[in-house]
């Protein structure tokens, strides 16, 4: 086998979890202002400022936790110190550039009403926002600003993507044959590509985990590119272990938030107070160590997902 390919196998297998045809678009640099697209509105959520008390299903006492969304003006950048990520907010600072993404997106057909998910085990959607299409009840639980958001965003909480799978990485939502030819993916496209035509979201959350390849921040830099390029707001986040050992993964998302001026939602900052940082070993992966959420910690990882799609749509849709 090539070198390259074998290393490239040897990268999915270190996970945490067990001819490229480019998007059609225009990159925006930083800063740069995009008009408006002309084309027919989007009806505009609600623009009320809120303030929301975390709710959480589990019945295991929880510290507490209120998280704010609220639709200011938007910052030219985001003026954050990526060496200081640790005392970032939990919901994004939502700067202009995603608005001017987002309308670029418009211009080229997505769906303001359908977001993405690429992540590994953790991100699946049993295990990430899956319930908000299959407990109804816990629906009605929340804040009516969180059940308009549910509502927004319907059928794309429970679906089963290309760019979710146990073991994905940076790499491999690059990598073709990673998405196994199904969703009607071919074999021309990455998965990243395919889940962009079938599902032509509006948003992304990136939330891949751990794993051990050198490349890590450039491989992102490409997923970046591409989903600016489709028009498409990529959402950053934080992961709550640290299983790199010096957190490099975490500081160095941090450091592309503020070197392409994109929202991120700090998880890490969301669990911190938990012991542990709600995290603990499967008794069948032991060499894999403290990676998997508990069940406290799935909790606050759902809910504060949802409060960012909240804060950023709010946010671009805003007038």
């Excluded at 990159?27 to 408006?36: K, V």
């Excluded at 505009?44 to 589990?58: L, M």
């Excluded at 299959?134 to 794309?156: C, H, I, M, Y």
């Excluded at 707001?233 to 934080?238: F, G, K, N, Q, S």
């Amino acid at each position: 086998m090539h070198p390259r390919k074998s290393s490239f196998l040897l990268l999915l297998l270190l996970t945490a979890c067990q001819p490229v045809l480019a998007p059609v678009g225009v990159l925006l640099p930083a800063g740069t202002t995009q008009p408006s697209p002309a084309a027919s509105p989007t009806p505009q959520p609600s623009s009320t400022p809120t303030s929301t008390q975390v709710p959480f299903p589990s019945q295991t006492p929880l510290p507490s936790v209120t998280l704010t969304s609220s639709p200011t003006p938007l910052p030219a950048t985001l003026s954050l110190d990526p060496a200081d990520w640790r005392n970032w907010p939990v919901l994004p600072i939502v700067p202009e550039r995603a608005r001017q993404i987002y309308q670029l997106g418009q211009s080229l057909g997505n769906d303001s009403h359908a977001f993405s998910v690429f992540g590994d085990c953790q991100s699946e959607p049993e295990v990430f926002m899956g319930i908000y299409e299959t407990d109804p009840q816990l629906v009605e639980k929340l804040p009516s600003n969180l059940r308009e958001t549910v509502a927004w965003f319907a059928g794309s909480f429970n679906r089963q993507s290309p760019t979710v799978r146990g073991g994905t990485t940076t790499g491999s939502l690059m990598w073709s044959p990673w998405h196994q030819n199904k969703y009607t993916c071919t074999i021309y496209e990455t998965p990243i590509q395919c889940e962009l035509r079938i599902h032509k979201p509006a948003f992304v959350i990136i939330h891949v985990g751990t794993h051990y390849e050198s490349r890590n921040q450039d491989y992102m830099r490409k997923v970046l590119d591409q989903l600016i390029a489709a028009g498409v707001v990529p959402i950053l986040a934080t992961k709550a272990d640290n299983d790199d050992l010096d957190e490099h993964i975490n500081t160095a998302y941090a450091q592309l938030a503020v070197e392409y001026n994109l929202p991120f939602w700090n998880f890490w900052a969301a669990v911190s107070e938990l012991p542990n940082r709600g995290l603990y070993t499967r008794p069948d992966a032991r060499n894999q160590g403290d990676i998997y959420l508990t069940d406290v910690a799935v909790d606050i990882q759902r809910m504060s997902a949802l409060l960012v799609l909240d804060s950023v749509r709010r946010a671009v849709l805003d007038p």
